[in-house]
Nanobody
Framework: VQLQASGGGAVQDGGSLRLSCAASGGTFSSYDMGWFRQSPEKEREFVATIRWSGGYTYYADSVKGRFTISGDRAKNTVYLQMNSLKPDDTAVYYC????????????????????WGQGTLVTVSS
């Protein structure tokens, strides 16, 4: 299974970007697809996840109200619309897939995702 993320770039404070991630290859059924991010001085952190069953979405408090996750389950594709970007959002953004049903408390844990993309860099300047 391969995940290809795209859409990163450099924007100014208050700008917007839209990330995309498409999963392909192999035979799998994704249960959740999500985004994490990592900057040099921080651990990898949860950003957002969409649970295909029911279309539920979950966000980190730091991005709630500014970021929107969406996707197409049939295409195994997920998007992250990022608005009102701040310098603190600067990081490499990774998409991830879980093929297992998990309790809600697990969706914020990177260790419970099965496949990862290569990351796309988002840089927000002040």
């Amino acid at each position: 299974v391969q995940l290809q993320a795209s859409g990163g770039g450099a924007v100014q404070d208050g700008g917007s970007l839209r990330l995309s991630c498409a999963a392909s290859g192999g035979t799998f059924s994704s249960y959740d697809m999500g985004w994490f991010r990592q900057s040099p001085e921080k651990e990898r952190e949860f950003v957002a996840t969409i649970r295909w069953s029911g279309g539920y979405t979950y966000y980190a408090d730091s991005v709630k109200g500014r970021f929107t996750i969406s996707g197409d389950r049939a295409k195994n594709t997920v998007y992250l619309q990022m608005n009102s970007l701040k310098p603190d959002d600067t990081a490499v953004y990774y998409c991830a897939v879980s093929t297992r049903r998990r309790v809600l408390s697990a969706i914020r844990s990177s260790g419970t995702y099965d496949y990862w993309g290569q990351g796309t860099l988002v840089t927000v300047s002040s």
